[in-house]
């Protein structure tokens, strides 16, 4: 497994071995675009403030993309060493420049007001973006704490609480006003629209996407389990799911369903992951997959419960065992199921097929619950525009990271046209 982060004693040993390619082919695998080989040099040169200088001007949340991004498939994967299965490890570089936040200069305040509803990744990255300019930012966030999925999704041990605390730091630094508890009703919205120039819809996907085998107390959303298990783990708040000896299902294989498998694993449960595809066609990132697997998470592969009824106290499910097709639209072979059956007693299935968005505004032009944007992300209200998945669909905290960019960028063009 690879080392998640670097320290003074190893990071000079990983740099030299850096090709300094003329044109960086993992650079262009980077969904924000960093200059990575550029910040690669400078630790070369043995300089940390020109290399954290370097990270933070292309990315505001390195310190958090360092940890979370899907480097294999990304950056790394597109590393010109990968050939030789011996990619340059970018993400523990990068998790070693962002150790610590970038010094923020004297911001210069001009009468240019935004709102942004939502505290994830986008909303934050975005008001940081638009706030260097000196555009005054408030946050309206439903939750109790900031951070969105980086807080609430993703579990405690994949992301510490440190990089947490970092991302706090930051928004205090540049002085963007929060308010917390605020769920923006269509009130509360047409009145934001009103105060402020602009307005960002960065509130992601906060419905899970249901597997329509029916709704009882045996079948569990995998948000609301990992909501409930970092609101203990991380803020020592409510109580953790009671999974000890429990025997969970797990229907899914994308990274969600191995945070939620492995929190349950932790949690003493007896864990499968079931998959209606093969291994070769699981979403979650390679790594993540090893993990569970370590943590002794079972799977089952090929499966697909398509019946689940409650009897004496335990969740009876009917499974239908697939065969893979051609590839569908997704690029991966097709699940095709066969007739052939098996049953299984569980106490809990929990669906992580994915997650839908819940935020609607009548105003605003949608499809399917999400935002529809030109490609700055503007909607059909030119003050308005979204951001992250609640756009995008689900995608990878840096490629939220990257739409919040683009946003700020082009806000920031009509102000100064």
């Keep these: 497994m690879r080392i998640s982060c670097y320290d003074d004693s190893n990071i000079k040993e990983e740099v030299n071995r850096c090709l300094s390619c003329k044109n960086p082919s993992c650079e262009k695998g980077c969904p924000i675009h960093n200059q990575i080989r550029d910040f690669i040099k400078a630790l070369k040169e043995d300089d940390l403030i020109k290399a954290k200088e370097i990270v933070y001007n292309n990315s505001n949340l390195a310190f958090i993309c360092s940890i979370v991004c899907p480097h294999e498939k990304n950056c790394m994967g597109h590393c010109i060493l990968n050939k030789v299965n011996k990619p340059i490890n970018i993400g523990a570089i990068e998790g070693y420049i962002s150790t610590s936040l970038p010094d923020v200069l004297t911001i210069k305040n001009i009468n240019k007001s935004a709102a942004i509803i939502g505290a994830g990744p986008a909303g934050i990255y975005a008001a940081i973006e638009l ?28 992301l510490h609480n440190d990089r947490l605390n970092m991302l706090n730091e930051m928004v205090s630094r540049y002085q963007i006003a929060v308010k917390l508890n605020t769920l923006v009703d269509d009130n509360l919205y047409n009145e934001l629209v009103k105060e402020n120039d602009y307005l960002i819809i960065a509130c992601g996907l906060s419905k899970s996407r249901p597997s329509g085998l029916g709704v009882n107390e045996h079948i569990l959303e995998a948000s609301q389990v990992l909501k409930q298990y970092n609101y203990k783990a991380r803020f020592d708040l409510g109580i953790y799911p009671n999974l000890k000896t429990k025997k969970v299902f797990v229907m899914g294989a994308g990274n969600v369903a191995m945070d939620v498998a492995r929190v349950t694993k932790k949690l003493g449960a007896d864990t499968t992951i079931i998959y209606r595809r093969s291994l070769a066609e699981s979403p979650a990132n390679k790594e993540e997959i090893e993990q569970a697997m370590n943590e002794g998470v079972i799977f089952r592969f090929l499966e697909n419960p398509i019946e689940a009824k409650v009897e004496n106290g335990k969740l009876n499910l009917k499974i239908e065992k697939m065969a893979l097709g051609e590839p569908d639209e997704s690029g991966r072979r097709r699940p095709i199921g066969t007739n052939s059956y098996s ?67 082009a806000i920031l063009k009509n102000i100064n046209e």
């Design 131 to 158: 706030r260097k300019a000196g555009i005054k930012v408030t946050i309206y966030e439903k939750e109790n704490y900031l951070g969105g999925i980086l807080a609430y999704g993703i579990p405690d041990f994949r």
């Design 343 to 409: 049953y299984e007693k569980i106490d809990y299935l929990i669906e992580a097929i994915g997650d839908m968005p819940n935020f609607n505004i009548n105003e605003i032009e949608q499809d399917h619950g999400y935002f529809i944007t030109d490609d700055n992300f503007m909607t059909s209200n030119p003050k308005v525009y979204a951001i992250g998945d609640v756009t995008l669909g689900a995608k990878t905290v840096v490629e939220a990271c990257y739409s919040a960019k683009i946003c700020a960028n």
